[in-house]
């Protein structure tokens, strides 16, 4: 009988053999060999099912998963045992069983065509005995592991789900309130990441806003930005002033030595801004530098307007964009370390970006060779043109469009957190 292509159910398969729980299948169409290594088997306290078609085999090892599987190469029909191992390889719990090809073929050939297929053993006709138990004790023993590892492989994504939700519940929630409305973007990677933001008001005139990057990933570099946020948000850091952000990274950078964080440094970009005045005090160590957008003053009479390419204002105008960045290592690396900080005016209307490299060091295309990266230059020129307000979804589908562009079906994993802060002065 013909076996169709068609992908068999779990559910709903109806089993043919006695017992629906067996720590061995045996598919053979030979009567004789399927009763002795039955009996072989069972003398070893192995629970064994019978199949003696290709279908059959399918049927039940879908059905019962067991962890070992012993199939004759040659079956009567259009499948043969190659194909066999490759369909049960295709499924998950299958996938962990230990798939040992009968054969008689002792060419080489035949035996790579048979491990390139799924097979995770040969054993040859005629069968020996002590080797069938030595086969059979090893392939129980390498799914039992792969079973445990997988448990545990599960366990631990579970583990870094949870603490990635942990780390997402510490951001703050967007704002609309007036003086200062806030938007943000936070997109992790497939690995815990240690991108880390806040803003707050130090009182009622000055409010703080910072984003940091902890190198590396994993839940050290969680841990670190955590540490770092409950610090910053809890002005916890002894004799600083909150006020004047080159003091604040230079305490950061005395209590967060690398050499006491596992070798991990950080990067952060730190500003405290006054409504009042509406002035801007920043300062950065080692973070790329956040862009503040500003209408220019109004075009004198008969001349042109900037072009629109380059990112148009609400009255027409071309935008203007500053780049806020001081120099300074990054924190952690080198001890008694001081920093620069510097203060701008804000213009009506302005708007601030603050983010981390994970925005622009992404591949420019989904085919793009190795080192070809968007790169801050291209990601701040799209800053300009992109239209304006709350388009912040825009520039993280800029960031994001080589997973865009990818093949239907293929997915291309982010290399690292993404995260993205807009900051709109009325």
Request: net charge negative; hydrophobic share 40%; with cysteine.
């Amino acid at each position: 009988m013909a076996l169709s292509n068609k992908p068999l159910r779990r559910i709903g398969v109806m089993v043919k053999a006695a017992n629906p729980i067996a720590d061995i299948l045996v598919i053979d169409d030979d009567p004789i060999i399927r009763r002795i290594l039955q009996r072989m088997l069972q003398s070893q306290g192995y629970r064994v099912a019978m199949a003696e078609t290709a279908e059959d085999g399918l049927e039940q090892a879908l059905a019962i998963t067991p962890p070992v599987i012993l199939c004759d190469w040659r079956l009567p029909g259009t499948v043969d045992g190659l194909e066999i191992c490759r369909r049960l390889k295709e499924y998950p719990d299958l996938s962990m069983s230990s798939f040992l090809l009968i054969t008689a073929h002792a060419e080489t050939a035949s035996r790579v065509e048979a491990l390139e297929a799924g097979a995770d053993d040969l054993l040859m006709k005629p069968i020996d005995m002590a080797e069938l138990k030595a086969r059979v004790k090893s392939g129980m023993r390498l799914c039992q592991l792969t079973r445990d590892l997988k448990k545990q492989k599960q366990y631990l994504e579970n583990e870094l789900a949870e603490a990635a939700a942990y780390v997402q519940s510490l951001l703050p929630q967007d704002t609309d309130q007036a003086p200062v409305k806030i938007q943000t973007r936070f997109l992790p990677s497939q690995q815990l990441g240690g991108d880390c933001f806040d803003f707050y008001w130090l009182d009622p005139d000055y409010l703080v806003i910072y984003l940091l990057d902890v190198s590396g990933h994993g839940l050290g570099a969680a841990l670190l930005s955590t540490s770092v946020l409950n610090v910053l948000r809890s002005q916890s850091l002894p004799g600083t002033n909150f006020y004047r952000p080159d003091k604040v990274l230079e305490s950061l950078n005395n209590m967060f030595q690398m050499t006491d964080q596992n070798e991990k440094y950080f990067t952060i970009w730190y500003g405290v801004y006054n409504r009042v005045n509406r002035q801007l005090m920043y300062a950065s160590a080692g973070h790329p530098p956040a862009v503040l957008l500003s209408q220019p003053p109004e075009a004198e009479p008969g001349q042109a307007n900037g072009a629109a390419a380059n990112g148009a204002g609400p009255k027409g105008h071309m935008l203007e964009a500053m780049r806020l960045r001081t120099p300074g290592m990054p924190i952690g690396m080198m001890p008694d370390t001081s920093y620069t900080w510097k203060r701008c005016s804000i213009p009506d209307n302005s708007y601030l970006y603050i983010f981390s490299d994970g925005v622009y060091e992404v591949p420019e295309t989904s085919v793009a060779e190795t080192g070809e990266i968007l790169g801050l230059d291209s990601f701040i020129d799209h800053i300009v043109k992109c239209p304006r307000p709350g388009q912040l979804d825009q520039l993280i589908s800029y960031a994001t469009m080589p997973n865009l562009n990818a093949a239907v079906g293929e997915e291309i994993p982010l290399l690292d957190d993404l995260s993205l802060l807009e900051i709109n002065f009325g």
